[in-house]
């Protein structure tokens, strides 16, 4: 998952590291020059979310744009990938990267009407820390002083018989209320890049709607605070929304309607788009790459742009199968990753060749040496892990351009290995994300990755520590996990880098996951649209739509 919002300004970190408030607009960008945006309606594309929209609980794309658009947090991240500035954040203070005093505007509110203040923030974090409530993102709280003590560990993981024991606590200590407008943040040690991480969607507030009701019954109908609300959610059919007038900050919206089609196919989607019922695809089909077809197609509304993603297939290291790391870099190694950028995707993407993408703030290229293709060294590495027996079957969602990427992968590991390799489909992705989620595959995955927020830490903590959000191949290594909590703890971003760097050698070693490409992106728009731009991992800005 990843959040970013439109904005413009900036963010100045001084002497005390206080994240300094930035200017915000009040005049109503409601219409373009011709007055016919105000009212306007645009389709775009979208998939079915793998759960109802609650921000901690919500781990994948196709929920986390409807979000994104939705809330508002107290930081966001510029289109042109620069540094995160305030949102709803007035001022955001620490003197020791340990204790930070948050003060939020007075002037924005829910989409029920009620103001968003300091407890939104506090009442959320401390329902998406606490363990038995089961959000998918509590791990990202971890940051926060008494974490432990509402968060419980499985003793014997999410399949052992045994449960976590009840925690000893409900809210975090960490966590205060000060005023109205402002509450505290004290970190279990000095943490640098906290303040970035506040963009994600994790950190979003909620209402005070939400804890009358079951967490289900609210992310079916929504509550947020950015500039667009919730109108209707029909099941893989579509998602309305519709501009909130009320809304107060910079990103106002400049048309009213939007609908998300869910489509189950995306060649479907780029026909439509091509023939001027559908208004935005965030990515064409492979099919439509081929001698550039899209472009002609599309001539001047087709967008080229490079993400902080990237292209990875997951080992479920819960599977027996898959314990020997030997055998996990055999299969890594016996990959032709340019061979695939080439025919495959017609040089639009990048053979992936580190850990993190190389985009984000932090990351080393080149550091996945598990990644160079040498099939000799990968005939070695698999005889040395006493080979591998039977079908390796490598899931994909298909309804998405995953098919002849995930074949390819498949036809070399079994041209290159002799092993039984072959690339199978599941019909939708929400489908696919709840066999993941239920450690129920039985074969590798595909399983890529968008950056939550700018830094490094968010390819590490959140993909290969124990018990992280999106570690769903359960992978564990305990000096990693020790690595990373060093670097999330280090007083400075260069420290908490190097520190990073120390824990992604050893993953590099134990090849927990299979990075294949890095992203390239291939949009399209209407011939309705007049304007628009694209956030820094992609998305739409429908904020910045004008017709």
Request: proline share 6%; aromatic share 10%.
């Amino acid at each position: 998952m990843r959040v970013s919002k439109r904005a413009s300004g900036a963010i100045a970190v001084g002497a005390a590291f206080a994240l300094v408030a930035s200017g915000c607009s009040s005049s109503d960008s409601g219409s373009d020059d011709t007055g016919n945006s105000a009212d306007g309606a645009i389709v775009i594309d979208g998939g079915e979310p793998e759960n109802p929209l609650i921000p901690a609980s919500t781990t994948e794309t196709n929920g986390g744009k409807i979000i994104d658009w939705m809330w508002t947090g107290l930081v966001e991240y510029p289109n042109n990938g620069g540094a995160p500035q305030n949102a709803v954040a007035e001022s955001i203070e620490t003197t020791d990267s340990k204790v930070y005093t948050i003060k939020i505007k007075q002037n924005t509110k829910f989409h029920d009407g009620t103001p968003v203040k300091a407890k939104n923030f506090v009442d959320a974090w401390n329902w998406g820390a606490y363990g038995p409530n089961g959000a998918q993102n509590s791990s990202f709280f971890a940051d926060i002083d008494g974490f432990s003590e509402v968060n419980t560990v499985d003793p014997d993981g999410p399949d052992g018989p045994q449960k976590a024991p009840e925690p000893a606590a409900k809210t975090m200590k960490g966590l205060k209320v000060v005023d109205d407008w402002t509450f505290e943040v004290t970190l279990a040690a000095p943490t640098a890049v906290f303040p970035t991480k506040l963009g994600y969607s994790t950190f979003m507030p909620l209402p005070d709607a939400f804890f009358t009701q079951s967490a289900e019954e609210f992310g079916k109908k929504p509550i947020g605070n950015g500039p667009v609300k919730f109108v209707s959610w029909e099941n893989n059919v579509a998602i309305k929304l519709t501009r909130f007038d009320d809304y107060q900050l910079r990103d106002k919206m400049k048309i009213k309607d939007v609908t998300v089609k869910i489509y189950q196919d995306d060649n479907a989607a780029y026909s439509d788009l091509v023939s001027g019922n559908l208004d935005f695809q965030q990515q064409v089909p492979v099919s439509a790459l081929a001698g550039d077809k899209w472009k002609t197609d599309l001539g001047e509304r087709a967008v080229a742009s490079t993400t902080p993603s990237t292209g990875i297939i997951a080992f479920p290291i819960y599977d027996k199968r898959f314990t020997n790391p030997k055998l996990r870099r055999a299969i890594s190694m016996s990959i032709n990753r340019q061979e695939i950028t080439d025919k495959i995707f017609f040089g639009n993407r990048k053979p992936a060749d580190s850990w993190a993408n190389p985009l984000t703030p932090g990351a080393q290229p080149g550091n996945c040496t598990a990644c160079q293709f040498n099939v000799e060294e990968a005939k070695k590495l698999l005889a040395e892990a006493g080979g591998f027996t039977g079908k390796l079957s490598l899931y994909y969602n298909a309804d998405a351009s995953h098919k002849e990427w995930m074949e390819a992968v498949a036809q070399q590991i079994k041209t290159n290995l002799g092993i039984d390799a072959v690339a199978e489909g599941v019909p939708t992705f929400a489908v696919f994300r709840q066999n993941i989620n239920a450690h129920k595959m039985k074969g590798m995955y595909r399983a890529g990755w968008q950056q939550d927020y700018p830094d490094v830490e968010n390819w590490v903590n959140p993909l290969y520590v124990t018990g992280g959000s999106s570690n769903d191949g359960l992978y564990s290594n305990p000096q990693v996990d020790a690595l990373a909590k060093e670097a999330s703890g280090a007083p400075s971003l260069d420290a908490s880098h190097a520190k990073f760097a120390e824990a992604v050698k050893l993953i590099d070693q134990d090849v927990p996951t299979v990075p294949i490409y890095f992203g390239g992106q291939q949009s399209g728009y209407s011939t309705k649209i007049k304007k628009m731009e694209l956030t820094n991992v992609g998305e739409l800005d429908i904020t910045s739509v004008e017709l």
